[in-house]
């Protein structure tokens, strides 16, 4: 079992950046693909990016290309998601998760059944 906990959530003002973190447990961290999940209230949860296990590949939602980069350190375990220019519209809680199938295209990634394990999630608020 794998476990994801995320962290760098925060409030920050429109045009700012903040970087998220997702930490997980175990050894078998880098044969995961990755991928960064956002759900604001009332809304139904959306897809942000994933990265494959080896970092080479990675996909965005159109909302945030451009803005937002997802990365991996495979020797410490963990994903990040780089988010710059923020926007009020970016507020949700952001979720990691991990997904056994290195590589899938990007309707694949988007689709969220597909990713076994999930964090606990992690809150981002921009102001205006």
């Known amino acids: 079992q794998v476990q994801l906990v995320e962290s760098g959530g925060g409030l920050v003002q429109a045009g700012g950046s903040l970087r998220l973190s997702c930490a997980a447990s175990?050894?078998?961290?880098?044969?995961?693909?990755m991928g960064w999940f956002r759900q604001a209230p009332g809304k139904e949860r959306e897809f942000v990016a994933r990265i494959s296990c080896s970092g080479g590949t990675t996909y965005y939602a159109d909302s945030v290309k451009g803005r937002f980069t997802i990365s991996r350190e495979n020797a410490k375990n963990t994903v990040y998601l780089q988010m710059n220019s923020l926007k009020p519209e970016d507020t949700a809680v952001y979720y990691c998760?991990?997904?056994?199938?290195?590589?899938?295209?990007?309707?694949?990634?988007?689709?969220?059944?597909?990713?076994?394990?999930w964090g606990q999630g992690t809150q981002v608020t921009v102001s205006s």
């Open positions: 175990g050894r078998t961290f880098s044969t995961y693909a």
């Open positions: 998760a991990g997904d056994r199938t290195c590589y899938g295209g990007l309707s694949y990634s988007r689709n969220g059944a597909t990713y076994e394990f």
